[in-house]
Each structure stands twice: as C-alpha cells, then as structure tokens.
C-alpha cells in the first residue's frame, strides 16, 4: 500500500507560480497512475491532472490547461504540479492520489490518497 506526502503549498497572489510535491513510499511507484485533485471550500473535490505510470500520457481539466503542468519523476518516487498564472479561483486543498490501471479522471478511481496541502491565491 501506498503513502502520499504533498507539500508545496502557501499562500500566493494572483499571477504567481507554485510548485506542488508529492512524495510516495510504501509501494512501486513506477506502476501507479497519479493524480491532483483539488477542494474549495463548499464545493465538491475535483480532478485537475494525471499522469500515467511512464509519464508519457497526461490529463488535466478544462480550467488549468495550458497553465499548470504534470510531471513524475519514478527515481523519486515524487509527482509535481506546476501550477502558474494561479488564479484566485484555483484557491483550493490540493491532493494527490495514486491508483493501478488507466490513467483516468474519475476520483472514486483512486484508492490511495495524501492528506492534501493548502493553496490561497489572493487577488
């Protein structure tokens, strides 16, 4: 099984760059999927991106394409979300999750998940 560690997160303004870690142990993590899914407050938890066990296949949604940007390194066992040009609406816990299989969006598809790391983008 699986253990997920983010950090990266802080507070920023509107414009800024951060770059999210998540940190795996405990399993291959060579073979899992890997995705960030973030949280406002009052809404539902939301897929933002996904990247495949070689890094080869990304996902992201509709409201941060173009802006933030996937990526795994497999020797680290670590994922990252670059997050730039961040948004006041993309103020949110921001989570990682790992699963076996396809690289998909679907949240219940995930089976391991981190505790999050909070993201507050000021205007």
């Known amino acids: 099984q699986v253990q997920l560690v983010e950090s990266g997160g802080g507070l920023v303004q509107a414009g800024d760059s951060l770059r999210l870690s998540c940190a795996a142990s405990?399993?291959?993590?060579?073979?899992?999927?890997m995705g960030w899914f973030r949280q406002a407050p009052g809404k539902e938890r939301e897929f933002v991106a996904a990247?495949?066990?070689?890094?080869?296949?990304?996902y992201y949604a509709d409201s941060v394409k173009g802006r933030f940007t996937i990526s795994r390194d497999n020797a680290k066992n670590t994922v990252y979300l670059q997050m730039n040009s961040l948004k006041p609406e993309d103020t949110a816990v921001y989570y990682c999750?790992?699963?076996?299989?396809?690289?998909?969006?679907?949240?219940?598809?995930?089976?391991?998940w981190g505790q999050g790391t909070q993201v507050t983008v000021s205007s």
């Open positions: 405990g399993g291959a993590f060579s073979n899992y999927v």
């Open positions: 999750a790992a699963r076996f299989g396809l690289t998909v969006q679907a949240i219940n598809a995930y089976a391991y």
């Open positions: 990247i495949g066990w070689s890094g080869g296949r990304t």
